[in-house]
């Protein structure tokens, strides 16, 4: 082959691909928008007719999702509308007969407006025809967005509270949180109600914990769900629902760092207590998938209180006797403690759908206190004079706990496998958690009517709980609002504790109370798998 004769065969080829593109374009764009004229047709009704349009960008790509207004050419008031689709069309049906202001606008483009868009009962269709978008970009400097979260956020099974950018979180302790989250209560002893029942369970980062909330520093917590009416997916210890502790991670790149301090003033009558210290120190390190925290929180703190109980009884016997006693009872309480932990872990982002995560911590919490209380009960038919008064009993007694300590530590990794379906995602948790606690309590009693006494009395508790847990979550979307959860559940768990009680009338040389003594041990090892739809009504 010469070399004329390839350049002639090459020329013919070019020539008929160039041919075909030419009829085959017009004819892919005619045969779509005769598709969109039977379906224009179609949505037509004796009152009211339909106007198509057709947008593109400046090279004549469609553009989806552009935005169609039908407006009032009186007033700009708005009519209708639609979104354009993959094409570039949309039809907008329902429009009674009259003349309209058609606006079509696009994000980075400039508004177009087509007047007088009629469509009558005998022209029930109108066309705006292939219409083009000018460019409107423009060179910025810098833009700074920034997005914040709604306090309280609803979704299908849960209420979630914000609670990261609270004030309350500043200087507090996760129960001041708790008590500002609507249907939860908590009670001078530090007992959790959700709905008024204490048949609640509590836990961090969806792991049961051995911590109470006034050993969490309220500005380690970034979120707290609960969960009234939890599915089979959580552990149905707690009938009345689920609260779970959500703890802050950073998400920002490169080194970030917090130091909180806090300090608190207390008074009981005309006293005033500075026993109350917080610090809290957080770390974070994020580079390209890599992600570090650690979390160093400290907290001291002294509780005083005081009581005085007057009671007056009356007693009505069958003879119609009546006879009156009085209780008079003062106590005075002091309690101090001291907790602090560290917390640490590591992120690692595989890729766009693969994630794990490592973390550990460690917390000790030591305390101690005493109780003073005093007893007087009287015959109190002579009230008015004092002197008459017939002691029944008068008794005084003091409870000391000296320094004792808990010690609890937990590790955990998690992996998570997202996919390119929105709200699907398969999650792989295991866990393991050791808590030990150790408390001493004193008891002297004193008696001095109608008999001279003393007696004492010492209990010794330890308690021992090691647990590991392992589960696999899967949840996916199924239909228009449906989501299908399913997964397997190990749990096992084993505690040992002891109690031991002291009792004598000479404080240093107590005896042993064996038939009091108590040792117990309790295993407990669960398998559970569950299946679970749900969907809105």
């Not at 004769?5 to 004819?27: D, N």
């Not at 087509?114 to 705006?128: F, H, L, Q, V």
């Not at 996760?174 to 369970?201: A, F, H, I, Y």
């Not at 107590?510 to 009504?537: C, F, G, K, P, Q």
């Amino acid at each position: 082959m010469s070399k004329m004769e390839y350049i002639t065969k090459k020329f013919k080829s070019l020539l008929v691909g160039g041919l075909s593109l030419l009829l085959f374009c017009p004819a892919s764009i005619y045969g779509q928008r005769s598709v969109i004229l039977a379906e224009a047709q179609k949505r037509v009704t004796s009152t009211t007719g339909v106007i198509v349009c057709s947008v593109a960008d400046e090279k004549n790509q469609s553009l989806e999702q552009s935005t169609i207004a039908i407006l009032n050419p009186a007033d700009s008031s708005l009519v209708s509308g639609a979104i354009t689709n993959q094409s570039g069309y949309a039809i907008i049906d329902g429009l009674p007969w009259g003349t309209y202001l058609v606006r079509i606008s696009y994000i980075g483009y400039k508004n177009l407006f087509i007047n007088d868009m009629t469509i009558t009962k005998e022209k029930p269709i109108a066309t705006t025809g292939r219409q083009q978008l000018q460019s409107s970009s423009r060179n910025l400097e810098g833009v700074t967005v920034t997005a914040e979260r709604e306090m309280i956020e609803t979704n299908l099974d849960k209420r979630v509270f914000n609670v990261d950018q609270s004030i309350i979180a500043e200087g507090s302790t996760g129960t001041d949180v708790l008590e500002n989250v609507p249907s939860v209560t908590v009670d001078l002893e530090g007992n959790v109600s959700l709905r008024g029942s204490q048949s609640v369970t509590i836990l961090i980062n969806g792991r049961p914990t051995s911590l109470s909330m006034d050993e969490i520093p309220a500005n380690t917590i970034e979120r707290i769900e609960v969960v009234t009416n939890p599915s089979a997916r959580h552990n149905p210890e707690g009938t009345s629902g689920i609260i779970n502790i959500v703890l802050k991670k950073e998400r920002k790149l490169g080194v970030n760092a917090s130091l909180s301090l806090g300090m608190g003033v207390s008074n009981l009558k005309k006293d005033f207590y500075l026993g109350k210290y917080t610090s809290s120190l957080n770390l974070n390190f994020r580079y390209s998938k890599f992600n570090f925290f650690f979390n160093y929180s400290f907290r001291s703190y002294q509780s005083n209180s005081e009581g005085d109980l007057v009671r007056n009884s009356e007693f009505v016997r069958k003879n119609n006797d009546t006879s009156f006693t009085k209780l008079t009872q003062q106590s005075a309480n002091e309690w101090k403690g001291m907790p602090q932990g560290i917390r640490g872990g590591m992120d690692y982002t595989i890729n766009q759908y693969n994630t794990i995560a490592i973390e550990g911590g460690y917390r000790y919490r030591s305390g101690q206190g005493n109780t003073n209380l005093s007893n007087l009960t009287q015959n109190s038919l002579l009230i008015e004079n004092p002197l008459l008064n017939d002691t029944l009993s008068f008794y005084g007694q003091n409870s000391y706990s000296p320094p004792i300590g808990t010690h609890n530590w937990d590790a955990a990794i998690n992996y998570i496998l997202t996919t390119k379906t929105k709200g699907q995602e398969l999650a792989v948790d295991i866990s393991t958690s050791q808590w030990n606690h150790t408390s001493e309590n004193t008891i002297d009693q004193f008696y001095f009517y109608p008999m001279i006494d003393t007696s004492y009395r010492k209990t010794v508790s330890t308690s021992k709980n090691n647990r590991i847990t392992a589960k696999v979550d899967f949840v996916t979307p199924i239909g228009k609002g449906g989501r299908l959860e399913a997964g397997y559940k190990f749990d096992w768990s084993y505690t040992d504790g002891t109690y031991q009680i002291f009792t004598g009338n000479i404080k240093d040389n107590l005896t042993e109370d064996l038939t009091r003594n108590d040792v117990t041990t309790y295993n407990d090892n669960i398998h559970a798998i569950y299946a679970v739809y749900s969907n809105t009504i």
